[in-house]
């Protein structure tokens, strides 16, 4: 049988092959963008992404949070600490955080040694950080704690839902911060449910007696805190709904003026 003759189309596939066998390095070959063989335009693809499961139900809870009511004694950890006061508070918290690993290690090396020449060492009560909730607690009860940071993040929101009740019973004076990694970051931990300052440097004391005067006025004596009930926000597409029917009634109301 004859060979059926080459289309336009087989030519130029096989004089494709030719110019590539030629010179391999340099081919020439079209681009197709498809649909009009452009760039396409950027387009918001986070609807199509698969989110891990911790992203979502950390996102299904901030809307539940917006749409019921939240009770005061919960919706209080929302209101946190703005950025400037955040950042003041936490200036000073970060000189008096523990001694790491290493750090504990020469002190300790230090005193053996001193010991060992029968010196006498410098035994002075060292100033940092408490934190561990159980730990907080019990210095919050004693009133040995002068200033506690609790972290608006917690989950079970149980764990410290009742400790600024106990702040404000026992006097002492509270905050929420953002992030419980932040807190964690000043005592050398992942997270940290809440910090406590028990004792403040004469350098220091100024600036914490301002810190600590703003800090009671705006959480142990603000008393709409345990007033305000949280959420009861609707959805954009029941707002519009309502906004809908809310100027059909006014259209109502004119055209029954007007005859």
């Not at 523990?98 to 020469?106: G, I």
């Given at each position: 049988?004859?060979?059926a ?8 596939q096989?004089k494709?092959v030719?110019?590539r066998?030629?010179n391999?390095?340099?081919v ?6 498809r649909?009009?063989n ?9 609807r199509?992404?698969r989110?891990p ?7 299904q ?8 009511k ?58 940092v950080l ?12 004693t ?8 972290a ?26 953002k ?16 910090v ?10 100024a ?6 005067r ?14 305000t ?16 029917i ?6 109502e109301?004119?055209k029954?003026?007007?005859?």
């Amino acid at each position: 049988m004859p060979k059926a003759p080459k289309t336009s189309k087989a030519k130029k596939q096989q004089k494709r092959v030719a110019d590539r066998k030629k010179n391999p390095l340099f081919v020439k070959e079209a681009k197709n963008f498809r649909i009009g063989n452009d760039v396409q335009p950027k387009r918001d693809l986070s609807r199509y992404v698969r989110w891990p499961r911790y992203i979502l139900l950390h996102r299904q809870k901030k809307i539940l949070l917006q749409r019921i009511k939240v009770p005061a004694a919960i919706h209080q950890f929302s209101r946190t600490l703005d950025k400037n006061q955040s950042s003041k508070v936490l200036s000073l918290l970060r000189k008096y955080s523990p001694e790491t690993k290493t750090e504990k290690k020469q002190r300790l090396t230090k005193l053996a040694d001193q010991k060992a020449q029968a010196q006498k060492g410098e035994s002075k009560k060292v100033q940092v950080l408490k934190f561990g909730l159980n730990h907080v607690t019990t210095l919050v009860e004693t009133k040995k704690a002068k200033l506690v940071l609790i972290a608006y993040d917690v989950d079970p929101i149980e764990l410290v839902v009742w400790l600024p009740q106990l702040c404000r019973r026992q006097e002492v004076p509270f905050c929420f911060i953002k992030n419980k990694a932040r807190l964690g970051a000043l005592v050398h931990q992942k997270t940290a449910t809440c910090v406590a300052l028990t004792d403040v440097r004469k350098e220091d004391q100024a600036e914490f007696d301002n810190l600590a005067r703003d800090l009671r006025q705006h959480y142990n004596e603000n008393h709409e805190l345990l007033r305000t009930i949280g959420g009861g926000q609707v959805g954009i597409k029941s707002r519009h709904q309502q906004e809908a029917i809310k100027k059909a009634f006014e259209l109502e109301e004119l055209k029954k003026t007007s005859q």
